[in-house]
DNA sequence: AGGGCTCCTTGACCTACATCAATGGCCGAG
DNA sequence: CTCGGCCATTGATGTAGGTCAAGGAGCCCT
């Protein structure tokens, strides 16, 4: 399969999902044999020795997503374990009322469907034309007692992903809609750098509604609140999801409350 | 060391505190070999075979800490990790002008100080008259590293911890000051239970402006909606620090956001 | 018993953000 | 080119919860 062709199937699911009334099958997207997984970041397949990558090429598949389209749902059966290779996925939980709180936009390299109970906490959900392997999870558990270490690399990453969560609640708690939207670009940018992207203008994928409901804000003062920063002059839109950090110095400053 | 005498210790301790302009010396507390650890949920020491119990023991030792002393600082060097025995603590993160977010309350077999980093990502204190086992880290690492399934349940630990967090934030983003009491006494009572205290009347050993800084609320905030609860008859306040749930059915509706 | 804590409660007022509503830009489809 | 959808922006208005201020209750200490 060459690329080309890659992107015309992911224009028909496109298109199809505009036109279903649910969007799509459930984790829908074109599934082939991995040959990815060459992301060095944060990532379960970094680092591993030759007979590990051995292992691990023979569990894991490649998924694809177009924008919008579901990974998986809250409290579905937790059947796989993915890594982002490519593209951006928001996650996130519903209260019955339709009330949305983001708990993260993970990006490549990012790891997600770690769970420790039966059932998924959370949907995931593509923002962007997205890849990812799939791990089987109780074939994933299975090479995870032969090899220890990669559990201790999964401990590590899931008390990383636990101390970003604790500052995301400090974030939500307590910080003002400025101070969210200014912590909330930094992130982003230091995010690029760690996998080695530009850490300037930054790229900003998804939606004001998605980082209101990221930030604990409605769209409407995500909104302002970029305008209020483009008047100060700290940052500036340059349309088409990119946003060019112009003072990173006050934005600093901004995030942390002073 | 009788029983007795260690309350003497404790009542010296908390004497001692209330004089101090800055409470009490760091990871303060009386420190004696520890017999406990024989607590029973989500901790480290539960379920633990015969050998690993023993070589547990070799390297633990136990703390005891007053209401309101601190057990170590956000950024502080993470030399140990903890597991509460008795009584409970309190854990939070800080802005530089001193707002404030706790990111949890932690009671008997809880687990708390396990970093990815060198330091500790959150600073942590005791609530009431509180024990704990200390774990140097360093030596714990040597024992996970022989017993690989300690690590699993560290893993499986981390992974709970991920979840209520993600919990926590739809929490702090998302729902009302009544939406948020409702959750957290609702929250303490399912937690009395695990560790097997009655789910009733339950005891609500923090105060107002720690409750706040949990959910996101002042105290002034916390107090209103305590007594609008308790005036439509779905609360009752015994005081002393404990409540009665006198309608948990209304409370789980609420709590949900209906 | 009385003074000085700290914590809780309640009231009056205020403001940051939400809500409601209108408009304009961009993009893909025909 | 025009039409229809979606998203971003902006304005006008509303409100949940914050802020400020004043008691009051329990507790320890003398």
Redesign the pocket.
């Known amino acids: 399969m060459k690329r080309g062709q890659a992107v015309m199937t992911l224009f028909e699911i496109r ?1 199809m999902s505009a036109h279903l009334p649910n969007p799509v099958p459930r984790a829908g997207g074109v599934v082939s044999p991995c040959s990815a997984c060459n992301v060095r970041h944060l990532t379960l397949c970094a680092a591993l020795d030759d007979r590990e990558v051995t292992e691990m090429s023979a569990i894991v598949s490649s998924v694809e997503l177009g924008p ?1 389209e579901p990974l998986f749902d809250e409290a579905e059966p937790a059947k796989n374990v993915f890594n982002v290779t490519a593209g951006a996925v928001k996650v996130y939980k519903l209260l019955p009322d339709g009330r949305r709180q983001m708990t993260g936009f993970l990006f490549p390299g990012d790891f997600l469907g770690l769970a420790n109970e039966e059932n998924y906490a959370y949907s995931a959900e593509a923002v962007t034309f997205t890849t990812l392997c799939r791990f089987p999870r109780k074939k994933l558990e299975g090479l995870l007692e032969k090899y220890p270490l990669m559990e201790r690399r999964l401990l590590g990453m899931a008390s990383h992903e636990l101390a970003v969560a604790q500052e995301q609640m400090l974030l939500l708690g307590r ?6 939207v200014a912590s909330f670009l930094l992130m982003l940018s230091r995010r690029a750098v760690q996998r080695g992207q530009k850490d300037n203008p930054i790229s900003v994928p ?5 980082i ?1 409901d990221y930030l ?12 209020l920063l ?1 008047q100060a002059g700290t940052i500036t ?1 340059l ?2 999801g990119k946003v060019e950090l112009s003072d990173r110095k006050t934005l600093e400053v901004m995030s942390d409350g002073a």
Chains 1, 2 share one sequence.
């Open positions: 298109k919008g910080k003002t809609a400025r101070e969210k998804m939606s004001r509604n998605d209101g604990g804000l409605t769209t409407e003062t995500v909104s302002r609140t970029f305008t483009k839109l349309g088409n």
